[in-house]
């Protein structure tokens, strides 16, 4: 299955836009809204400030100091001067501020500008024991209802700040808490959070079409080169086959050529033969009628035209003996092409269906008989070969694989040597040996000899694809192809594996035939 | 032609061939037939044959091979080629080890193949080397042979004068006016000469050349690996020697060696360049050169002057309408 690149880019990149994103919106979300508590935080201590400086020492100071020792119902009784609640009210309108508290140090809520919660206890209040001990906190929240200076409001985002108050001296002497609506401030920022998302969107877009083009295009390179490699490939295996083909055409012709040479010189000589027999054969027939027309053994014949012809055709007229030796020989030679014919036919298999029921020897003999055509002189093949069961294999490819083993062996032998052409059944499958005794095959070219490409004849012939192709057919067949070597005895060995249900070895093959005739 | 007939060895490891052969032959040649090679070699050095025919491709050892072994065991047999292999390195061998008279393709006319071992026959009948020319040492001459490069690489010319050494003078002629120049002034023993001189046909060359220099001993170097051009240079030419390009300096050393060998040879018994006798081709006639007398039968007239210079090398300046 091959990678598909742009879809697999177009995968990656959506999700990490989305997630840049989202990151990129959260993140301005976040600084910016604590950047707003920040802001709103200083306000609130400036608001503070103001409260304490105009209204501290002269209202809420003596207001703690009154309700000091009032229980909390009692102080949630105790009368509020208006007059406060005005003052308040003046300092605060016009600002976003919804409600103010005063704490005193125990945490007892002494004043409110929602009345009711005067006299509630925020002593545990994490904000206000921050305050308590000096330093403002602040927090966001979400309200769904407010009761606000001004009636209650709703669906609000507020921030509360807790803010202490500094006498004199710096001593804390109270705490306020100050509530704003930012609501409208946080509308903007979502309105820019949103901008700024919809901004990087446009912009990832934008920058992922240009990528989409340049990994399109990439991607089309990709596909073309593997398409070529892919061509290359198939081409190097064509001539490695045509290569094969052609040794195997070349070594055929031969074979032809033999019997077609002595037919060709023996149709000559008839001819001529029967030229010269013309004569001679007039005279027999005319001599037969004469016999028979005679009524006596003895009859006079007028040589006539005959004694020039005798005196001028000296050559020794042809034996009707020979001339029937000549045609005996051209059937012969008939009968050789015809084998051939029938060898070819066998080997290339091309008028039966791709997977057969095939005997491995037939295949392994008809191998043998078209490699020896092509095979240098010195080398004899000797076919030792067992009964086998025939399995369901190619028999088109695996005579190549075998061709290509027994060319390979006879290339190994320089002079005169021997390559033996083995099968062997075996537990749970065939063996068939190709062994040679040859110059052999150093270990690291063995290591590498399976590999497609790899060749020790550099440019002399061979695509270094003959074995590679030989073990994809042999792996295709789910068998193995293996190689042992020493100087002197290479082998070559094809184990298939054998169905279960095996048929059984075809009779009366198998008897080790020395292969010189 | 003595009354005797001539004897020829037929090799094929196909009887059908051989067969075939012996009924081609018997009427004029006694023929003897194996297909067995080693008992060809075994036959031909324990009797004496005037010709012998070997097919190349047989099992156990190959025709090169045997017209080899028969050349040192029997060198006055003629040898010819019978092969339907045109495979390129039985070419070469044929020349360099084989030195053959012919070679001749599967399958053959049947005139044809008589009309050689004829000729195979009266040439070899013509001159017998003998045992004393064999021997390259038995004579020592004063002059230096004459080497004639015709090849247009300064390299060659490096390298031949090299293999020469002090055994032999070189000249180097880079086209073939120069060459022809050469040969018409001085005595040349061998020419080394590249295969494609120009646009003209080296087997047509050398036999033009042949013809009036039947002695001249060719050592022929060629790029071009082509069987059919080298087949024409053996039958047209009569070349004694070939050697591939890239030139192996080792090769070129021992073939011309050989040649210089083969030149005093001839030097001492001149009727031995019978042997190497050369026919006119085909289409001489049309360019006015195929009359030349004295070619038949066999260029053997000629084939007896040894080579010398002054003459005109009057056939290829015609050919070549110089």
């Given at each position: 299955?091959?990678?598909?690149?742009?879809?697999?880019?177009?995968?990656?990149?959506?999700?990490?836009?989305?997630?840049?994103?989202?990151?990129?919106?959260?993140?301005?979300?976040?600084?910016?809204?604590?950047?707003?508590?920040?802001?709103?935080?200083?306000?609130?201590?400036?608001?503070?400030?103001?409260?304490?400086?105009?209204?501290?020492?002269?209202?809420?100071?003596?207001?703690?100091?009154?309700?000091?020792?009032?229980?909390?119902?009692?102080?949630?009784?105790?009368?509020?001067?208006?007059?406060?609640?005005?003052?308040?009210?003046?300092?605060?309108?016009?600002?976003?501020?919804?409600?103010?508290?005063?704490?005193?140090?125990?945490?007892?809520?002494?004043?409110?500008?929602?009345?009711?919660?005067?006299?509630?206890?925020?002593?545990?209040?994490?904000?206000?024991?921050?305050?308590?001990?000096?330093?403002?906190?602040?927090?966001?929240?979400?309200?769904?209802?407010?009761?606000?200076?001004?009636?209650?409001?709703?669906?609000?985002?507020?921030?509360?700040?807790?803010?202490?108050?500094?006498?004199?001296?710096?001593?804390?002497?109270?705490?306020?808490?100050?509530?704003?609506?930012?609501?409208?401030?946080?509308?903007?920022?979502?309105?820019?959070?949103?901008?700024?998302?919809?901004?990087?969107?446009?912009?990832?877009?934008?920058?992922?079409?240009?990528?989409?083009?340049?990994?399109?295009?990439?991607?089309?390179?990709?596909?073309?080169?593997?398409?070529?490699?892919?061509?290359?490939?198939?081409?190097?295996?064509?001539?490695?086959?045509?290569?094969?083909?052609?040794?195997?055409?070349?070594?055929?012709?031969?074979?032809?050529?033999?019997?077609?040479?002595?037919?060709?010189?023996?149709?000559?000589?008839?001819?001529?033969?029967?030229?010269?027999?013309?004569?001679?054969?007039?005279?027999?027939?005319?001599?037969?009628?004469?016999?028979?027309?005679?009524?006596?053994?003895?009859?006079?014949?007028?040589?006539?035209?005959?004694?020039?012809?005798?005196?001028?055709?000296?050559?020794?007229?042809?034996?009707?003996?020979?001339?029937?030796?000549?045609?005996?020989?051209?059937?012969?030679?008939?009968?050789?092409?015809?084998?051939?014919?029938?060898?070819?036919?066998?080997?290339?298999?091309?008028?039966?269906?791709?997977?057969?029921?095939?005997?491995?020897?037939?295949?392994?003999?008809?191998?043998?008989?078209?490699?020896?055509?092509?095979?240098?002189?010195?080398?004899t093949v000797v076919e030792d070969l067992e009964p086998l069961p025939s399995i369901a294999c190619n028999p088109s490819q695996l005579n190549q694989v075998f061709l290509n083993l027994v060319n390979n062996a006879a290339q190994a032998i320089e002079g005169t040597?021997?390559?033996?052409?083995?099968?062997?059944?075996?537990?749970?499958?065939?063996?068939?040996?190709?062994?040679?005794?040859?110059?052999?095959?150093?270990?690291?070219?063995?290591?590498?000899?399976?590999?497609?490409?790899?060749?020790?004849?550099?440019?002399?012939?061979?695509?270094?694809?003959?074995?590679?192709?030989?073990?994809?057919?042999?792996?295709?067949?789910?068998?193995?192809?293996?190689?042992?070597?020493?100087?002197?005895?290479?082998?070559?060995?094809?184990?298939?594996?054998?169905?279960?249900?095996?048929?059984?070895?075809?009779?009366?093959?198998?008897?080790?035939?020395?292969?010189?005739? | 032609?003595?009354?005797?007939?001539?004897?020829?060895?037929?090799?094929?490891?196909?009887?059908?061939?051989?067969?075939?052969?012996?009924?081609?032959?018997?009427?004029?040649?006694?023929?003897?037939?194996?297909?067995?090679?080693?008992?060809?070699?075994?036959?031909?050095?324990?009797?004496?044959?005037?010709?012998?025919?070997?097919?190349?491709?047989?099992?156990?050892?190959?025709?090169?091979?045997?017209?080899?072994?028969?050349?040192?065991?029997?060198?006055?047999?003629?040898?010819?080629?019978?092969?339907?292999?045109?495979?390129?390195?039985?070419?070469?061998?044929?020349?360099?080890?084989?030195?053959?008279?012919?070679?001749?393709?599967?399958?053959?006319?049947?005139?044809?193949?008589?009309?050689?071992?004829?000729?195979?026959?009266?040439?070899?009948?013509?001159?017998?080397?003998?045992?004393?020319?064999?021997?390259?040492?038995?004579?020592?001459?004063?002059?230096?042979?004459?080497?004639?490069?015709?090849?247009?690489?300064?390299?060659?010319?490096?390298?031949?004068?090299?293999?020469?050494?002090?055994?032999?003078?070189?000249?180097?002629?880079?086209?073939?006016?120069?060459?022809?120049?050469?040969?018409?002034?001085?005595?040349?023993?061998?020419?080394?000469?590249?295969?494609?001189?120009?646009?003209?046909?080296?087997?047509?060359?050398?036999?033009?050349?042949?013809?009036?220099?039947?002695?001249?001993?060719?050592?022929?170097?060629?790029?071009?690996?082509?069987?059919?051009?080298?087949?024409?240079?053996?039958?047209?030419?009569?070349?004694?020697?070939?050697?591939?390009?890239?030139?192996?300096?080792?090769?070129?050393?021992?073939?011309?060696?050989?040649?210089?060998?083969?030149?005093?040879?001839?030097?001492?018994?001149?009727?031995?360049?019978?042997?190497?006798?050369?026919?006119?081709?085909?289409?001489?006639?049309?360019?006015?050169?195929?009359?030349?007398?004295?070619?038949?039968?066999?260029?053997?007239?000629?084939?007896?002057?040894?080579?010398?210079?002054?003459?005109?090398?009057?056939?290829?300046?015609r050919w070549l309408g110089w």
């Open positions: 299955m091959r990678f598909q690149l742009v879809r697999y880019f177009t995968a990656t990149s959506l999700v990490a836009f989305i997630i840049v994103a989202v990151v990129l919106g959260y993140a301005y979300r976040e600084v910016s809204t604590r950047r707003l508590v920040e802001l709103q935080e200083a306000n609130h201590v400036t608001l503070t400030r103001q409260f304490a400086n105009t209204l501290w020492a002269g209202t809420f100071a003596p207001h703690v100091e009154a309700t000091a020792n009032l229980s909390k119902d009692a102080l949630a009784q105790a009368a509020v001067d208006a007059s406060l609640d005005a003052k308040i009210l003046g300092l605060m309108r016009g600002t976003s501020t919804f409600k103010v508290k005063v704490f005193d140090l125990a945490g007892r809520t002494v004043y409110s500008s929602e009345r009711k919660q005067i006299g509630e206890d925020k002593r545990a209040n994490a904000g206000f024991r921050s305050a308590r001990s000096g330093s403002p906190s602040s927090e966001l929240t979400h309200r769904d209802s407010f009761s606000a200076f001004e009636g209650v409001v709703e669906d609000r985002d507020l921030i509360s700040s807790y803010v202490p108050v500094a006498g004199p001296g710096g001593r804390i002497e109270g705490v306020f808490e100050i509530y704003s609506d930012v609501t409208p401030f946080l509308d903007a920022i979502e309105r820019t959070q949103w901008q700024v998302v919809g901004l990087v969107v446009i912009l990832l877009g934008a920058l992922y079409g240009a990528l989409y083009l340049i990994v399109r295009r990439a991607d089309g390179i990709l596909r073309r080169q593997e398409a070529e490699q892919e061509q290359a490939q198939q081409r190097v295996a064509q001539s490695e086959k045509m290569a094969g083909l052609g040794q195997m055409v070349a070594g055929v012709a031969h074979q032809l050529n033999t019997p077609i040479a002595f037919m060709k010189s023996n149709t000559g000589m008839m001819i001529e033969g029967l030229q010269q027999l013309d004569v001679p054969v007039r005279v027999g027939r005319g001599l037969i009628g004469i016999a028979r027309q005679a009524t006596t053994d003895d009859v006079q014949v007028g040589l006539g035209a005959l004694r020039p012809w005798a005196a001028t055709n000296t050559a020794p007229v042809p034996a009707i003996t020979d001339l029937k030796q000549m045609a005996e020989d051209m059937l012969g030679g008939l009968d050789q092409m015809s084998e051939l014919v029938v060898n070819l036919r066998e080997f290339t298999r091309l008028d039966r269906s791709r997977i057969a029921s095939f005997d491995l020897n037939r295949g392994l003999r008809n191998v043998i008989y078209i490699a020896r055509s092509s095979m240098p002189t010195g080398v040597g021997t390559v033996v052409v083995r099968s062997r059944r075996e537990a749970g499958g065939l063996r068939v040996d190709v062994e040679d005794d040859g110059r052999g095959i150093p270990a690291e070219v063995r290591e590498r000899i399976f590999e497609p490409y790899f060749t020790t004849r550099g440019g002399a012939g061979g695509t270094g694809l003959g074995l590679s192709i030989a073990r994809d057919i042999v792996e295709a067949h789910g068998g193995r192809i293996t190689v042992t070597s020493v100087p002197g005895q290479t082998v070559f060995t094809v184990s298939l594996p054998l169905p279960a249900r095996a048929a059984e070895p075809a009779p009366g093959v198998g008897e080790a035939v020395p292969a010189g005739a | 032609m003595t009354a005797v007939r001539p004897r020829v060895l037929c090799v094929d490891d196909d009887p059908g061939i051989v067969r075939s052969l012996t009924w081609l032959l018997r009427q004029e040649f006694d023929v003897v037939t194996t297909t067995d090679p080693t008992a060809a070699v075994a036959l031909a050095t324990r009797e004496r044959f005037d010709v012998v025919v070997s097919d190349q491709r047989m099992p156990v050892m190959t025709g090169v091979e045997v017209l080899r072994r028969i050349r040192e065991a029997a060198p006055a047999a003629m040898r010819i080629l019978l092969t339907g292999y045109s495979e390129l390195d039985a070419i070469f061998g044929s020349i360099n080890d084989g030195e053959v008279f012919r070679f001749v393709t599967k399958p053959w006319d049947n005139d044809e193949l008589r009309r050689i071992v004829r000729l195979a026959a009266s040439a070899g009948r013509a001159a017998v080397p003998d045992d004393a020319a064999s021997r390259p040492a038995a004579v020592r001459d004063d002059r230096r042979p004459r080497i004639l490069l015709v090849d247009d690489s300064v390299r060659t010319y490096d390298l031949v004068r090299e293999a020469a050494g002090d055994r032999a003078t070189v000249t180097h002629a880079r086209n073939l006016r120069e060459a022809i120049g050469v040969l018409e002034s001085d005595d040349v023993a061998v020419m080394v000469t590249e295969a494609g001189i120009g646009e003209m046909d080296a087997a047509r060359m050398i036999n033009l050349l042949k013809r009036e220099r039947p002695g001249l001993v060719t050592v022929v170097i060629t790029e071009a690996r082509d069987a059919d051009l080298v087949i024409r240079l053996i039958n047209h030419g009569q070349i004694y020697r070939f050697v591939p390009k890239p030139v192996r300096a080792g090769l070129l050393r021992l073939s011309i060696e050989a040649a210089l060998a083969r030149h005093r040879q001839l030097e001492r018994n001149p009727a031995l360049v019978s042997r190497h006798a050369v026919e006119p081709l085909g289409a001489d006639s049309r360019w006015g050169v195929g009359q030349v007398p004295a070619m038949a039968p066999a260029g053997l007239a000629v084939a007896r002057e040894p080579p010398r210079a002054g003459r005109p090398v009057s056939l290829l300046r």
